[in-house]
Structure formats: structure tokens, C-alpha cells
């Protein structure tokens, strides 16, 4: 063989190592990308977006599937959550009335008896009573929660609804970095009363500032910030404070976020509290409006 020859097989044969040794290094990538994804299931973390550059068009139409698919998941965990406990709700508050409407009745009849007025008897009757009718005011709360009205979605300018629910707590500081038009396909009234939740659960808490932040993500949708700098809540009651019934407050009913939560999930949307609030607050939660 010539020089020449030689040379021609020299350089095949690095071609042909550096293609063996790329392939081998992108295959424990998609290894490597396969273990993150199962491990954000296994953690039940299933928001991750991994990225698709360098990848071929297979492997790239591939990737971004299981990136929305890893989306999906999550809006139909949080539909499913919030359906298991809407149906939950319904049984407990029949069941809770038809227990204390015959209390209430009964008590509120003795106390009217002549043998109990004036009564050692009374003054324990009497705190019976009102205790039945503080539950079953507390039970119709629940009721109402059960029975919203459908959402009615429209176009809507994220921005000016914000602005109105400032209007409404001038005691509390704003720091609004939202401008111009973000338009979003939403019920404004049913929006508007997920805003004025969260806002009067973080006042409750001893928020002095309150703060507004937007982003387009990814997948076209647009994330919304609301974060305050009330009390932190605490480590052991992050993953309870969806769930009905639930609060970390001593006059709290436990329905605004569990509330929240579900008027933004049956439009499609989703409501989350971010591990690690943004620079300033003690808590952010993470509002997300279909695209």
C-alpha cells in the first residue's frame, strides 16, 4: 500500500473510533436524562423539563413528549385530588347535618322548658346549642364549597384584575413588576376570588407586602407569582394546606387554599407553593394558566 492509502485508513479509523466513542457518550446521556425523570416520579416531582439540544429529531420529538407528558401527569393528579376531595366533602357535610340538625332541635327546645331555665342545667345546654349551630354554619361553608358555580372562561387581562384586587387591600404594600397586557383564558370572577383568597390568607398571617410576578413558561403557559412576607408556613403543613378542613391558623376554617386550588384546577389551571419563595418573601405560591 501506498502512503497515501495508508493515510486514507488512518483517518477512516479515527473517524470511526470518534463516532464509537460519541455514540457510547450520547447513549449514557440518554441514560443519564432516563434516571433523572424516573427519579423526579419516584419524588413525585413532575414538572421537569429536561432539555432537547443536541439530540436528533426522534430522540428531540421524544423528549419534548415526555417533558408534556410529565405536565399532564400533574394536571390530572391535582384534577383527581381535587375530585376525590369534592366527593369527600359531599358525604361528610350530609352526613355531619343530618347528625346535628336534630341536636340543635332538641337543645334549643330545653332551653326552653320552664324545668331548665334558671337551671344548673341551662348554661351546659346552652353551650350544646351553640356549639351545634357554630358546626352547622361551619358545615354549610363546606357546602358551598361543594356547589360552585361552572366557570365561565374568556379572555381576560391578567394585569387588570390584579390591579382591581389591590384596590381592595390598600393597608398591605404591592410590589407589582406585571405590566402591560397578559392576557390569559380565565372566569374573572372566579380569578378575581382566588386573588382575594390568597391575599387574606397572607394578611391573616401578618404579610405587610405583597408581590405580583409573571412569566411565559415553556409550554406557552403563563406562571403567576404571588408572594408575601407573612409568617413562613411551617415544614411539617406544606404538603396538608390543599387538603379541606386543613389549617395552620386558630380561627381558620381551612377552606381558602383548598378553595383556590380547585377554582383554578377545573379551569384547566394548576396551583402549587413553590419549595423556595422568591428573593424578598417568606412564601410564593405559583398560579398556572393553560396556554
Known sequence: MTGIEWTVIGVAVAIILLLVVW????????????????????????????????MFSGE???QETLNQLGEHIREQVN?????????????????????????????QSMLHHPAIKNSELEEGINAIHNTVVHLNSFVDGYRKYSSLQKPVPQQVDLTAVVGEVEQLFQDVQWQN??????????????????????????IEAGARTMGMASERGQDGRVLLYISNDGEMIPPDARSSIFIPFFTTK?????????????????????????DEPRSGFHTTFLLEFPA
Open 23 to 54: 455514540f457510547a457518550i450520547h447513549q449514557r446521556s440518554l441514560v443519564t436524562r432516563a434516571h433523572i425523570m424516573q427519579e423526579a416520579i419516584r419524588n413525585h416531582d413532575l414538572t421537569f423539563q429536561l432539555p432537547t439540544k443536541h
Open 60 to 62: 428531540k420529538a421524544l
Open 79 to 107: 384534577l383527581g385530588e381535587v375530585e376525590s376531595w369534592e366527593k369527600l366533602t359531599r358525604v361528610l357535610t350530609h352526613e355531619i347535618m343530618n347528625a346535628t340538625a336534630p341536636i340543635a332541635s332538641i337543645s
Open 177 to 202: 413588576t406585571l405590566s402591560g397586557q397578559i392576557i390569559i383564558k380565565t372566569d374573572p370572577n372566579l380569578l378575581r376570588q382566588i386573588l382575594i383568597n390568597l391575599v387574606k390568607n397572607a
Open 250 to 274: 386558630r380561627k381558620g376554617n381551612g377552606i381558602g387554599l383548598s378553595l383556590s386550588r380547585r377554582l383554578l384546577t377545573i379551569q384547566g389551571g394548576m396551583m402549587s407553593l413553590l
